[in-house]
């Protein structure tokens, strides 16, 4: 009988013939050559694409986790690609380091994180896959291969950022930085206002943020900035409480839109202000239990502000069923071949829907728009494309899958979908 497997959300199922654990890269590479394929790899399943679906083997690393050594004097780690973040913040923590940026959800592992481009906020702040310093991989054969910044840079830029189809990492060594504290501050304004200012305002901080409530005519903006101050307690965090009430308003008032904005609206502007300071593990996470589904795309971040006015637009007017916050990040530009940010300031806009709600129609209404600027997806949240998009969009996109084909020749982790992403015939 099939295995059965599915994402955080529940939206994305497979019914494998088999999930595998394996304890260690032995294990593993035994299954790459034997497992009934194709093999793909499960991370926390905190992706929204079928990126891990297979009715051959699922690969869940969950054995093959923790620190392996670290280098005090270079602020290095090399972990395991299971570790979840959330321990590998208590990890780095412990031995004086710090990641030098993080995404809200701490849940994934590592090597999943890596390879959908995972990233947090700020200008000058790159996503996980920029720390890359080396990577040790099982590639197609079952051979273990390794790859460093030093030795080979292209292969760093080539593999780290590889959807779990350019062999399954298993460890890799990440450049930190010496653990540190930072003020977070949160406040309300208005939309307009931030649309305005949007440049200005997300370059005053070392890493900002904001979320724009359907209806609310105003946004949060949240900013963190390095301190040496000592620690403050952090605020009881209510954004589930939140949710939850924006959920009742959108059901009860749903024949009276202009009665829930002003009730949604009134309620955001007496949002309580937040200043604080904690070391950084206790900063960037939050509590996420109302399960969603999500898209995000990355966009030249000059065009960050005309595309959310008109995602905006579309959700109040087309879809008042929505009521998850829009949020907006920036991301640093990279080298990395199959990174959304390469060679460009990106401003990252992420949309969201109840998982209890068929995501599909927001969704493809919304993706329109994110063309329109130039946007690319994240690749582990909900998109339409395919190969000849992705050759238009990523100047390195033929060199990408020219060492694809080496890590992989027989094609062991190329999926039907996987297949449809990267235009392979099967």
């Known amino acids: 009988m099939a295995a059965a497997w599915s994402n955080w959300s529940g939206f994305v199922t497979a019914s494998p013939q088999l999930i595998a654990t394996p304890a260690d890269a032995g294990e593993l590479a035994d299954l790459v050559r034997s497992a009934p394929g194709p093999l793909r790899v499960a991370g926390a399943g905190h992706s929204f694409t079928p990126l ?29 690609a299971g570790t979840r973040l959330g321990a590998l913040m208590r990890i780095l923590q412990d031995i004086g380091q710090g990641l030098p940026n993080m995404g809200d959800i701490d849940r994934q592992a590592i090597g999943g994180a890596l390879g959908t481009a995972t990233h947090g906020s ?103 900035d390095l301190s040496g101050a000592a620690p403050t307690p952090r605020p009881t965090e209510d954004d589930e409480e939140g949710l939850a009430t924006l959920r009742k308003l959108r059901t009860a008032l749903r024949w009276l839109p202009s009665l829930r904005r002003a009730l949604i609206r009134g309620a955001v502007k007496k949002v309580a202000s937040e200043d604080y300071v904690q070391d950084w593990l206790n900063v960037y996470a939050s509590d996420r239990r109302t399960k969603f589904n999500e898209m995000e795309y990355h966009l030249p971040y000059e065009e960050g502000p005309k595309a959310l006015a008109e995602i905006i637009a579309l959700t109040e007017k087309h879809f008042p069923e929505v009521y998850f916050p829009v949020e907006v990040r920036s991301v640093a530009p990279d080298e990395f071949w199959l990174s959304p940010f390469y060679k460009r300031l990106t401003c990252s806009i992420a949309i969201h829907h109840d998982a209890a709600n068929d995501p599909l129609p927001f969704m493809r209404a919304a993706e329109p728009i994110f063309h329109k600027y130039g946007g690319r997806p994240h690749w582990g949240k909900m998109h339409g494309l395919k190969a000849t998009d992705f050759k238009k969009l990523y100047p390195r996109w033929d060199d990408a ?9 027989q094609n062991r982790f190329v999926s039907p979908y996987m297949a449809g992403l990267f235009g392979i015939q099967q």
Do not use: C
Request: no cysteine; hydrophobic share 45%.
């Open 52 to 80: 891990v679906r297979s009715d051959g083997t699922i690969v869940s690393l969950e054995k093959i986790e923790g620190l392996v050594s670290h280098d005090a004097v270079a602020n290095r780690a090399r972990v395991r």
């Open 401 to 409: 899958m020219a060492v694809r084909r080496d890590i992989d020749p």
């Open 122 to 224: 700020g200008p000058t702040l790159g996503a996980y896959h920029t720390q890359l310093e080396a990577v040790q991989l099982v590639d197609g054969q079952g051979k273990l291969r390794g790859f460093s910044r030093a030795d080979d840079q292209d292969m760093i830029h080539a593999t780290g950022v590889a959807l779990g189809a350019f062999g399954i990492l298993t460890e890799v060594t990440m450049n930190n930085i010496a653990t540190y504290r930072l003020r977070r501050r949160k406040w309300v304004l208005p939309v307009g206002d931030m649309l305005k200012d949007f440049e200005s305002m997300m370059a005053a901080h070392r890493s900002a943020e904001f979320y724009y409530i359907p209806f609310a005519d105003y946004v949060q903006f949240i900013a963190s």
